[in-house]
């Protein structure tokens, strides 16, 4: 879950960093020149995102990560079940080899490439399991990222702010400039309603 966290903030940023680049085309009506000698009582068309604020609230991610891990886990029951019925048929033959309950060495040999087949099985399945939940997280990502950008594209029409940024990089920010629980409010109903 950590990891998958960690990727998607990352991921959230270049969103992010992509959303400032498509919004700054327009001019802000309300912004103040900051003068030499002090600074605008008014706030500037800028605001900021706190993503990990965001994600942990977003109920379209916390669906999307349900699922993913609901699959996880179900995988890994099943590949745990296969290694246990393999480790068990592991030991039946070594304890069969013991007792020399073969009745020829032919038969040993098949019962022992039988077994090696089962593992190489299971290691294969085991990659293709992991390539599989790869790619949902890759698509959990890029749903993710895309509905961000849509949902803050929306959120911020009519243009209230020339520049929506994420905290992640950023070393302060004013808390004036938040806006992460209105654009968590917003995403959540947008959510809700499709």
Do not use: W
Request: with cysteine.
């Amino acid at each position: 879950m950590k990891r998958i966290k960690e990727t998607l903030l990352v991921s959230l940023a270049l969103a992010g960093v992509m959303l400032v680049f498509t919004q700054c085309g327009g001019k802000g009506a309300n912004a103040d020149v900051v003068i030499a000698e002090g600074v605008s009582s008014e706030l500037l068309p800028v605001a900021y995102v706190d993503v990990d604020s965001l994600i942990n609230h977003l109920d379209f991610y916390l669906q999307l990560v349900d699922g993913y891990e609901k699959e996880l886990s179900k995988q890994n029951e099943s590949l745990n079940a296969a290694g246990r019925k393999l480790q068990n048929e592991a030991i039946a033959f070594q304890q069969k080899v013991q007792n020399s309950a073969f009745a020829s060495r032919d038969r040993a040999e098949q019962e022992q490439t039988r077994i090696q087949r089962m593992q190489a099985d299971l290691e294969k399945r085991a990659e293709q399991v992991q390539q599989d939940l790869a790619a949902k997280q890759r698509n959990i990502q890029q749903q993710l990222s895309d509905s961000l950008l849509l949902g803050i594209k929306e959120f911020n029409t009519p243009q209230k702010y020339q520049m929506i940024i994420t905290k992640t990089a950023t070393l302060y920010a004013d808390e004036r400039y938040n806006i992460t629980a209105e654009v968590t409010v917003f995403l959540n109903k947008r959510f809700k309603s499709n």
